[in-house]
Nanobody
Framework: QVQLVESGGGSVQAGGSLRLSCAYS????????MGWFRQAPGKEREGVAT???????SYADSVKGRFTISKDNAKNTLYLQMNSLKPEDTATYYC????????????????????WGKGTLVTISS
């Protein structure tokens, strides 16, 4: 059974940092692209960062240079390190996985993945 559980959200001031974690359980025989997406109140969901099964990463332009996605296969955990946070980063962040390849496609689409976590709220105050 596929399961994704996010943690690490919270409230910080602008300029601060947070690290999100996603504990995952996926089918071991399959290769997955995993990613982080976010949705702010009243806005559409958008892709933030993805990491393909070969380790290739993709980022939305709005977070390049500030956010870093990584994965620890031994711990079955996906991370999103977020630095230099801005008020516009405020959103619910979702972890997702899909048996596909090509992280930038998922970011442009703002979704397209088969499996989703329930999300963790990130609030950045000015």
């Amino acid at each position: 059974q596929v399961q994704l559980v996010e943690s690490g959200g919270g409230s910080v001031q602008a300029g601060g940092s947070l690290r999100l974690s996603c504990a995952y359980s996926l089918y071991t025989y399959a290769r997955y692209c995993m990613g982080w997406f976010r949705q702010a109140p009243g806005k559409e969901r958008e892709g933030v960062a993805t990491i393909d099964s070969d380790g290739s990463t993709s980022y939305a332009d709005s977070v390049k240079g500030r956010f870093t996605i990584s994965k620890d296969n031994a711990k079955n955990t996906l991370y999103l390190q977020m630095n230099s946070l801005k008020p516009e980063d405020t959103a619910t962040y979702y972890c997702a996985a899909d048996r596909g390849y090509g992280g930038s496609w998922y970011i442009r689409r703002g979704g397209g993945m088969d499996h989703w976590g329930k999300g963790t709220l990130v609030t950045i105050s000015s």
